[in-house]
Each structure stands twice: as structure tokens, then as C-alpha cells.
């Protein structure tokens, strides 16, 4: 696969009133040509920072951070607007001009760079049937919602034909089923046209809907990186697992009690393991939570339960299940 982006050991820190706050500490990762990659982590955790130094809006402290195999510190301004133009980027609050209609709003990248107005407009009307909104290109941004202003950012972002699509927190400020209807859109912007996404975000349901990697930002350092499935199928670090494990309302019955979380996949969420367990062990076990959702188009769930006191039963409970495919941790 051809790297897009390739990050050494990149550290970035800001000064402020003589003191020095480090925002990224030793980041090493690569993104692929045509992937859809997550990066998530809480708030201040470096995620942000660490975005814009793909397009080189942010300068690195030390490291390396490589577009296409280049070098973007090494790069002349005339080279580095070039790649800028490749990358085109999306955020929370739309950024879009109050003052111009959605068309002329579309337009505004080509015609920084002088695409002549018949082209540039032509490639506009392209853009917003693209993202199904060719009737409101009179509208002015006033009077669209939340999600077809966010429709109209994604058009504009594609009206340059870039490479990469750069989207930081672009889904923060829409409700669910608007947020949905995006992520949608983008991964279908991802399937038809081929464009590497960059996702940025806080929450583990967008990673889980339509990335197919994901990197995990602790306090400025890099916590995990993976396959989505496989990091909700069993999280290493601890700052995964809170992002992957499901909050469990209810305390446990007993004060020594162990209680597991269960995964299971598309070929086992089907299976009435929890009767199974009964009827072919004769144990039982205490539901504490339970969901279910799609991870990279495949159904996936887990179950937070509480096993019995004695370590035998333990045992064999947890043998059960494993036997059966699922991947148990405790909690």
C-alpha cells in the first residue's frame, strides 16, 4: 500500500508565559492511500494538534512528518501551497461565508486559485449534487441546518480534487441521526472517489462506524493503533479501553465478585450463548450491561457480566465462552 502520511517521532510544544506545555510526545504512525483513518482521544489529549501538522498548519518541534514521501518541513512555500491544495479539511463550525450563497460558498477554493467562473461553477453544481444538495445552491447558509451546512463544507473541501480529506471534529456539533447521514456520505465519498479521509474525533461510535484504522491519543502520546475491529475486540491500552468498554451502571452483587466483558462478532451474535452456557454447564452468570453496533459494516456486541464467587466456576465459565470464539477480558 502507498503511505500518504508518514509520522517519526514527532513532538510538538508550545511555549506559553516562559512555560512549556508539550502537546505530542514520540509519535510514530503511517496512513494508506484510500483508507478512512480514525484518531481519537479525549479532550486536550493532542488529537487536534497532531491533525494539523499533516498539512503543515502546525510546525513540529522535532520529528518527521512525510506527504507522499516528502519531507512538508523541507518544502518551499510555493510547494508547500501545492500540497495544501491536495489536502482540504473540514471542521465542527462549517466555516462557511455568511455572505455568499451555498454556490459562490462551493466555489471559493477554485476561485482562489483562478479557475475561470464558467469552469469553477460548472465543478461547484458537480460538488453539491455529490452531496445531494443541487436544489439549495441559491440557499445562503443562514437558512440550512446544522447537517446540510456541513454538506455544503464537504463540497466546497471536494471542489479542488484533492487527495485528502482532513475532517477535525466535523460531526461534533450534529445530532445522531444527522451524524450518521454524514458518516455515511463520507465513507461513500471514500468508496466512489478514492479519497484518503482523516478522521478526528472524541467519540468511539464515529471510529466505529466507517473507519477502517484507528489511533489512540493519550496526553500527547500515541496509546494504540489498529484495525477497528480489533481494537473493540480487545483493547490494550488503558486509554482504549475506556473509549471501548461500555459504562457499567451497576455494581456488583458480591465484594469479591469478577466480572468479564464478552465480545462477539458477526459469525457468533446469533448464538443464545448465555442459554447455551446454562444448559450445557448448568452455571449461570449476572448481566450488568449489554450492546450491540456495527464496527466496518460487521455486527458486533458486548456484555459486561458478573461471574460467580468461586474461582473454579470462574473457570469454567470463561473456558465456555472462549471455546466458543469470544474474546473475554476482565473488567
Keep these: 500500500m502507498t503511505k500518504v502520511f508518514e509520522l517519526e517521532n514527532v513532538y510538538k510544544t508550545y511555549r506559553n508565559e516562559g512555560v512549556d506545555f508539550p502537546a505530542l510526545k514520540d509519535v510514530s504512525l503511517s496512513i494508506e492511500e484510500g483508507e478512512i483513518f480514525g484518531i481519537i482521544g479525549m479532550s486536550g489529549a493532542g488529537k487536534s494538534t497532531l491533525v494539523r501538522t499533516l498539512n503543515r498548519l502546525e510546525e513540529v518541534s522535532e520529528g518527521t512528518v512525510k506527504y507522499y514521501g516528502q519531507d512538508l518541513k523541507a518544502l518551499k512555500a510555493g510547494k508547500l501551497r501545492e500540497v495544501r491544495h491536495s489536502i482540504s479539511m473540514i471542521f465542527q463550525g462549517f466555516n462557511l461565508l455568511g455572505q455568499r450563497t451555498v454556490?459562490?460558498?462551493?466555489?471559493?477554493?477554485?476561485?482562489?486559485?483562478?479557475?475561470?467562473?464558467?469552469?469553477?461553477?460548472?465543478?461547484?453544481?458537480?460538488?453539491?449534487?455529490?452531496?445531494?444538495?443541487?436544489?439549495?445552491?441559491?440557499?445562503?447558509?443562514?437558512?440550512?441546518?446544522?447537517?446540510?451546512?456541513?454538506?455544503?463544507?464537504?463540497?466546497?473541501?471536494?471542489?479542488?480534487?484533492?487527495?485528502?480529506?482532513?475532517?477535525?471534529?466535523?460531526?461534533?456539533?450534529?445530532?445522531?441521526?444527522?451524524?450518521?447521514?454524514?458518516?455515511?456520505?463520507?465513507k461513500k465519498i471514500n468508496d466512489d472517489r478514492k479519497i484518503t479521509i482523516v478522521i478526528i474525533t472524541h467519540e468511539m461510535s464515529v471510529i466505529e462506524k466507517i473507519c477502517d484504522r484507528v489511533a489512540i491519543i493519550d496526553e500527547g502520546r500515541l496509546a494504540e493503533i489498529g484495525e477497528v475491529k480489533?481494537?473493540?475486540?480487545?483493547?490494550?491500552?488503558?486509554?482504549?479501553?475506556?473509549?471501548?468498554?461500555?459504562?457499567?451502571?451497576?455494581?456488583?452483587?458480591?465484594?469479591?465478585?469478577?466480572?468479564?466483558?464478552?465480545?462477539?462478532?458477526?459469525?457468533?451474535?446469533?448464538?443464545?450463548?448465555?442459554?447455551?452456557?446454562?444448559?450445557?454447564?448448568?452455571?449461570?452468570?449476572?448481566?450488568l450491561s449489554a450492546n450491540t453496533k456495527s464496527v466496518g459494516g460487521i455486527g458486533y456486541g458486548q456484555m459486561v457480566v458478573e461471574l460467580p464467587r468461586e474461582k473454579e466456576e470462574q473457570d469454567i465459565i470463561i473456558d465456555f465462552f472462549r471455546s466458543g470464539g469470544l474474546t473475554v477480558t476482565e473488567v
Design 230 to 287: 480489533e481494537v473493540f475486540r480487545n483493547p490494550k491500552s488503558e486509554a482504549a479501553r475506556k473509549l471501548v468498554f461500555p459504562a457499567n451502571p451497576f455494581d456488583v452483587s458480591e465484594p469479591d465478585g469478577k466480572v468479564v466483558r464478552i465480545v462477539f462478532d458477526g459469525t457468533s451474535a446469533n448464538v443464545p450463548f448465555i442459554a447455551n452456557l446454562v444448559e450445557k454447564t448448568g452455571r449461570k452468570v449476572n448481566i
Design 103 to 186: 454556490l459562490e460558498n462551493v466555489e471559493q477554493p477554485l476561485r482562489i486559485t483562478r479557475v475561470p467562473r464558467k469552469e469553477r461553477r460548472a465543478k461547484a453544481r458537480e460538488m453539491l449534487k455529490v452531496v445531494g444538495l443541487e436544489d439549495k445552491e441559491d440557499s445562503y447558509p443562514a437558512r440550512l441546518s446544522g447537517g446540510q451546512k456541513q454538506r455544503v463544507a464537504i463540497a466546497r473541501a471536494l471542489a479542488g480534487d484533492p487527495k485528502v480529506l482532513l475532517c477535525d471534529e466535523a460531526t461534533s456539533a450534529l445530532d445522531p441521526k444527522i451524524t450518521g447521514e454524514i458518516l455515511d456520505l463520507l
